[in-house]
């Protein structure tokens, strides 16, 4: 079985994981931006890729409930990332 994803849905999910890697390398760089910068951009990722998991999950219910699993799974490891991006921030260089 495959699964058909809105394209809306893969694009919010593509730049929310280009805003995580902006974020972590803005943050592991000093001085490259402000730290403001770093916090907006692990924002962005948590809305638009937990979002669009949540999303997806909400407005596309499957009978497996694999939509549901998958957005729960992203939300936890979401979390994991936001965690040790604090604890990058928080590291002194």
């Known amino acids: ?12 999910r593509l730049l929310g994981t280009a805003a995580l890697i902006s974020g972590l390398v803005v943050t592991m760089q000093r001085g490259v931006a ?11 990722f948590l809305l638009l890729r937990v979002g669009s998991e949540w999303a ?8 497996e409930g694999r939509n549901r699993r998958s957005a ?7 979390a994991a990332v936001v965690a040790f991006w604090f604890y990058m921030r928080g590291r002194p260089f």
């Open 56 to 63: 997806l999950a909400l407005l596309y219910p499957d009978t």
């Open 34 to 44: 402000p730290l403001w910068v770093g916090a907006a951009l692990i924002g962005a």
């Open 72 to 78: 729960i799974l992203n939300t936890l490891i979401a």
């Open 1 to 12: 079985m495959t699964r058909n994803y809105p394209p809306w849905l893969l694009g919010a």
